[in-house]
């Protein structure tokens, strides 16, 4: 029997989902930004009804934790979380860098020992970045998600991708410059690989403990990202 997931995906400007199930993986990109407190919910369960599944078929809900945009990290958690506590499952929190490290790595066509550094536009002249490596067992973090000026920030990665990567200074001393990958080709695609990664290896967690992963600081929520959460759980609720 397949394993039945939903992820959800608003730390950029798009917003991104992936439901798998028997039918395979069905995907939505679309503009987000503002419009994604107020579409990720309806979007979901459309997504789903399309997918033949229902919240309380799924096994688990995954979302992209972080770094990122902040109203649209805590829009994910609060929906994830709102949907799985309504329907009493699980939450996969997957770290947003890395599903830019995946989809390089199906650009690329990246194996074992495939090396990416990411470098994400985090506005006010600055990078979320991180560096990975794939390995046989799954993805290795060399370097964990940190905020960085351009020009502190260093990495030795045969590739490098993101939408911060203008940012970034030119080495005209290197050699070997790494190869560039800007924008993602199949982000749904590379967040539900995640997911699904996640699951087999027992990364679920109880909806409590699913937290946003900020680099800057805000103290609230929106009055959007809290009317989100309570749709949330009322929908999870009456599908359950």
Not at 43 to 49: D, G, V
Not at 137 to 163: I, K
Not at 212 to 239: I, S
Request: hydrophobic content about 50%; aromatic content about 4%; proline content about 4%.
């Amino acid at each position: 029997m397949s394993t039945a997931l939903l992820a959800v995906d608003c730390s950029t400007e798009r917003l991104v989902l992936a439901v798998a199930g028997a039918q395979g993986v069905l995907t939505l990109d679309e503009a987000g930004g503002a419009e994604s407190s107020r579409r990720v919910l309806p979007a979901a369960l459309e997504l789903l009804r399309r997918a033949g599944l229902t919240l309380a078929g799924l096994d688990a809900i995954a979302f992209a934790r972080g770094p990122g945009a902040f109203t649209g990290l805590r829009t994910a958690c609060s929906v994830a979380q709102g949907l799985a506590y309504g329907a009493g499952k699980p939450v996969l929190a997957l770290d947003s860098l890395l599903v830019v490290a995946e989809d390089a790595r199906a650009q690329c066509g990246g194996g074992e020992g495939f090396s990416v550094g990411v470098a994400m536009d985090a506005r006010m002249n600055e990078l979320y970045a991180a560096h990975y490596r794939f390995t046989p067992q799954g993805w290795l973090t060399l370097q964990e998600p940190g905020l960085y000026a351009p020009g502190a920030w260093r990495c030795e990665a045969e590739v490098l991708a993101g939408s911060g990567l203008h940012l970034l200074p030119v080495d005209d001393a290197s050699s070997t410059a790494p190869r560039h990958v800007p924008q993602a080709r199949d982000r749904g695609g590379a967040l539900m690989r995640l997911a699904q990664q996640a699951w087999v290896a027992g990364q679920a967690l109880d909806a409590a403990q699913a937290l946003p992963l900020y680099l800057r600081d805000k103290v609230a929520q929106t009055t959007a990202e809290r009317e989100a959460a309570r749709a949330a759980t009322a929908a999870a609720g009456a599908a359950a």
